[in-house]
C-alpha cells in the first residue's frame, strides 16, 4: 500500500491592465485565459490549422488539461501530473538505470518516447540528450525532457492522439502533446512538501542475524512480523508565477520553479554474506536494506518566459524561452565488503571500504531553448515566421566509488564519466486562410521548416578523438556517410568494451569527456576482410 501525501499553500494576486485590446487568435499561437471559460465553447490550436474551432467543433477527440487540474494534484512533476490526468500517458519511474534515473521518459499509447511530439505554444520541442539503453522504458531512443516545464506556467495542455500522424509526421504515431503556456496579467505563488507513507507488502523488516559458521555459507537470517514501512521522497517545490501587461495588447509572463526531492528506497533485504571473516560480528549488525531502488535524489531549478506585443494593428512579435538545471543522482548495486571489486590489491586485497560501498551516479542536466516570431494577418492569409533554439546536455560523475585496477593508493573516489549533448535549430514559416466554397468550414495551410545541422562541441577536441566516435554534426555529411559511421561504431563496439556507452550505440549525441578525464583509447584496427 502507497500513498503520497502533499501539502500546498499559496497567494495570488491581480493586476488590472490599465488599456487592454483584444488581439485575433492564430492557430500554432493562441493562448487566451481558460481558467473559468466554457470548456466547450475554447478555442483550441492543436489539430487543425483554423483559428476558430472549438472543442466541441473539432474532427478528432482531443484532451484539455486546465491550469486548475494541474494544480490540484499530490505532485508538482510535469510528467506525473500528465500521468494522473490523461489516458494512456504512462511515466514509469525506472531505477538503477544509470543516467534514465535522472532524466526519465515518458510514453503515449505505449509506443517509443520519441513518437510523441511535444509541443510548446505550438512549437517544436526539443529532445533530450540522453539514449535510453538500460532496459528501461523508450530503450533505444530519447525523448522530451517535459519535467523541465513547471506546471505553474502552464495554461492548459491540448492532447491530440488520433490521426496525429496525418498532420505532424511521422514523430507523433503516438499523439501530440501541446502545453499553452500563461500570458494574463496576475501573479501566484506556492510552496508545496510531499512524502510517500508506504507499508511494502510481503516484504518483512529483519528481526536478527546470526553468524556465519563457515567460510562460504550464508547467515540464518530472522524475519519479524512487520512489514516495511517506509516515510521517505520528501519533495519540496516553491513556484513563482507574474504576469504583466506591456503597452496596449502586450505581455510577459515570467515562472520560476525549485523542486527538492529526497530519495526513496523499495528495495528488499540483501541475504548474502557481507564479510569473509568466519563469525564476524559485523555480519550481525550490517544494514541488510543496503540496496537503493526507487526514486533517486534531484534538485531543478526552471525558468520560463512568455512575451508578446503588438507590431501595427495585424501583426504579433512573440518571443518564449526556457532555461532549467538538474542535479540528480542514482546508484548502482552495492559492492559487498567481500566483493573481489572492494579488494584492495596494493594493500593485500583487504577491502578498500570495510563495510562495502553503493557507488552513485551522478548527473548534471542543463536545458536551454528560445523561440522568437512574428504572425499576423495580412490580405486574409495567416502567417507565423519563427526561429525555434532548443540544446540539452547531461554531465556524467561517478561518486562513493574507486577504481580497483589503480589501487587504494592512487584511485580517487569520484569521477568524470562524460556526458552528452543534443542541439536542434529550426526555422518554421506558416500560411493558412479560410476559403468560402459555399460548403462546410474550409481552410488551405503549408508551410516550410528548415533544420541547419547544428554546431556540436566536446570537451575532447575533434581531432583527438577516433574518427569513429565524432559527431556526425559536426560537418555536412550525407544519409549514406551517417549509415558507414553508424556502422563503424558498431564494428568497433564489438571490439572493444572501454568505450563510452553512447559510443557503442549510434552516433546521436556528442561525446563530453571520457573515462577519469583521461583520453581516448586507440582506435582499433581491423582488416578489410574481417569488417
Not at 168 to 179: K, P, R
Not at 243 to 256: M, R, V
Amino acid at each position: 500500500m502507497k500513498t503520497r501525501l502533499a501539502i500546498s499553500t499559496g497567494t495570488a494576486v491581480s493586476v488590472l491592465a490599465l488599456a487592454l485590446v483584444s488581439q485575433p487568435a492564430f492557430a500554432q499561437g493562441a493562448g487566451d485565459e481558460a481558467s473559468g471559460a466554457d470548456p466547450d465553447a475554447q478555442i483550441i490550436v492543436t489539430g487543425t490549422r483554423r483559428t476558430d474551432r472549438t472543442v466541441t467543433q473539432s474532427t478528432v477527440p482531443i484532451d484539455v488539461i486546465s491550469s486548475d487540474s494541474l494544480l490540484d494534484q499530490g505532485t508538482t512533476e510535469t510528467n506525473r501530473l500528465l500521468n494522473n490526468l490523461v489516458p494512456s500517458f504512462n511515466f514509469p519511474q525506472p531505477s538503477l538505470t544509470d543516467g534514465t534515473d535522472s532524466l526519465r521518459p515518458a510514453t503515449l499509447r505505449g509506443l517509443a518516447p520519441d513518437q510523441v511530439l511535444v509541443l510548446v505554444n505550438g512549437k517544436r520541442r526539443h529532445i533530450s540528450s540522453l539514449l535510453n539503453l538500460n532496459g528501461s522504458v523508450g530503450r533505444g531512443s530519447a525523448g522530451v525532457d517535459m519535467n523541465t516545464i513547471p506546471a505553474i506556467a502552464i495554461d492548459r495542455i491540448e492532447v491530440l492522439r488520433d490521426g496525429a500522424s496525418s498532420q505532424y509526421g511521422s514523430d507523433a504515431i503516438a499523439g501530440v502533446i501541446n502545453i499553452q503556456l500563461k500570458k494574463g496579467a496576475g501573479g501566484k505563488a506556492q510552496m508545496t512538501f510531499g512524502k510517500y507513507v508506504t507499508t511494502m507488502s510481503d516484504v518483512y523488516d529483519v528481526a536478527s542475524v546470526s553468524p556465519t559458521t563457515g567460510s562460504s555459507d550464508n547467515p540464518a537470517i530472522t524475519f519479524s512480523n512487520n512489514e516495511r514501512k517506509r516515510r521517505d521522497g520528501d519533495t519540496w517545490t516553491f513556484a513563482t508565477n507574474i504576469g504583466l501587461p506591456i503597452g496596449e495588447g502586450g505581455y510577459f509572463n515570467w515562472t520560476a520553479e525549485y523542486r527538492d526531492r529526497s530519495p526513496s528506497n523499495r528495495s528488499g533485504p540483501d541475504l548474502r554474506r557481507q564479510y569473509s571473516g568466519v563469525g564476524d560480528p559485523r555480519e550481525v549488525t550490517f544494514d541488510r536494506f543496503s540496496h537503493r531502488f526507487g526514486d533517486g535524489e534531484s534538485k531543478d531549478f526552471n525558468f520560463f518566459i512568455n512575451a508578446g506585443m503588438d507590431l501595427g494593428d495585424s501583426f504579433e512579435l512573440y518571443a518564449f524561452g526556457s532555461y532549467g538545471i538538474r542535479d540528480a543522482n542514482g546508484t548502482g548495486f552495492y559492492r559487498r565488503s567481500l566483493d573481489s571489486r572492494n579488494a584492495d590489491w596494493a594493500n593485500g586485497g583487504q577491502p578498500f571500504y570495510p563495510d562495502g560501498f553503493l557507488p552513485q551516479i551522478d548527473s548534471t542536466i542543463e536545458d536551454v531553448a528560445g523561440v522568437v516570431g512574428i504572425r499576423g494577418e495580412t490580405g486574409g492569409w495567416n502567417l507565423d515566421l519563427s526561429l525555434n533554439y532548443g540544446s540539452n546536455s547531461l554531465d556524467y560523475g561517478v561518486s562513493n566509488s574507486w577504481n580497483a585496477s589503480l589501487g587504494g593508493d592512487v584511485s580517487p573516489r569520484n569521477f568524470n564519466a562524460g556526458g552528452l549533448r543534443s542541439g536542434e535549430t529550426l526555422v518554421n514559416f506558416d500560411v493558412q486562410r479560410d476559403l468560402d466554397l459555399g460548403f462546410g468550414d474550409t481552410s488551405i495551410a503549408f508551410g516550410s521548416r528548415a533544420i541547419p545541422l547544428p554546431a556540436m562541441s566536446s570537451s575532447t577536441p575533434t581531432s583527438a578523438m577516433p574518427s569513429t566516435c565524432r559527431s556526425p554534426g559536426v560537418t555536412s555529411i550525407s544519409r549514406t556517410s551517417a549509415a558507414r559511421s553508424t556502422a563503424r561504431l558498431r564494428r568497433v563496439s564489438s571490439r572493444s568494451t572501454d568505450w563510452p556507452s553512447a559510443a557503442r550505440s549510434r552516433p546521436v549525441s556528442v561525446l563530453r569527456g571520457w573515462r577519469n578525464n583521461s583520453s581516448p583509447p586507440p582506435r582499433p584496427t581491423t582488416s578489410r576482410a574481417s569488417a
